[in-house]
């Protein structure tokens, strides 16, 4: 009886005799901070990079910086002819977005190829399973942000300085327009800023583009060790 139940205690924990002497029962497990963890799964082998930064969607980086930017001065500009309503309503939208950069620049994401897919596991997000087959071209590439960093740092600054400006000429009234915009640049900004700072410290970058015309560009210490996942040498 005590032997079953120390037997069932090691399965649990993914440890199984029998399966170390077969040879089957090798497990995967999401390495953090970059690491890989290798091993088979019960279908097929498949290989796991944690603590990756992950840019996806239709239009790549570095133009999601570059509309990041551009949508973000429009909406500021918007919040002083706007109802308080509506101002409000962009305000928590500012809010929730500028939350989930964080917060997913702070976690992570999990990078995992399988023999048939790849998959990209970020917080908050559903994850983004690309066919092996649908991949266009995977290159390695030097990281180049698409102005100076000097002038983005100064560009940043020139429209956070009114927003600051903004907050405290609209103090007395919470519920003006030049408050709740000057509240949004205020949060927004330092959230691009910070988003782009934590993607300049690769100096390298992979990126995957799909059949369909979209582009996944994956920043970590070591992107080669990925492209040599995807069998690209």
């Known amino acids: 009886m005590i032997m079953k139940f120390s037997e069932a205690i090691r399965r649990w924990m993914g440890w199984c005799p029998n399966g170390a002497m077969s040879g089957t029962g090798r497990r995967r497990y999401a390495a953090p ?10 279908e097929g082998s498949r290989e796991v990079v944690g603590g990756v930064l992950v840019d996806y969607g239709p239009i790549g980086t570095p133009a999601t910086l570059f509309i990041l930017l551009v949508a973000a001065a429009l909406l500021a500009g918007c ?3 706007m109802a308080a309503a509506v101002g409000l309503l962009l305000l928590a939208i500012i809010l929730a ?11 992570r994401a999990r990078f995992t ?12 997000f559903r994850p983004i399973i690309i066919p092996k087959d649908a991949v266009v071209k995977v290159e390695v590439k030097e990281n180049k942000l698409p102005i100076p960093y000097w002038l983005l740092v100064g560009a940043l600054a020139m429209i956070f300085v009114p927003a600051v400006g903004g907050i405290y000429a609209g103090f007395g009234n919470p519920a003006s327009m030049r408050f709740i915009s000057g509240l949004g640049g205020a949060i927004f900004f330092p959230m691009v800023f910070y988003r782009t700072h934590a993607r300049t410290h690769y100096p390298r970058i992979l990126t995957i583009r799909t059949a369909d015309k979209k582009l996944a560009a994956i920043y970590t210490d070591d992107p080669e060790r990925i492209a040599r996942m995807l069998g690209v040498a």
Do not use: K
């Open 97 to 107: 977005y500028s939350g989930m950069e964080l917060y997913g620049v702070m976690r």
């Open 79 to 81: 919040l002083f002819v």
């Open 33 to 42: 901070e970059g690491e890989v963890g290798l091993g088979t799964a019960g």
């Open 113 to 124: 190829v399988t023999p048939d897919t790849i998959t990209i596991t970020r917080p908050l």
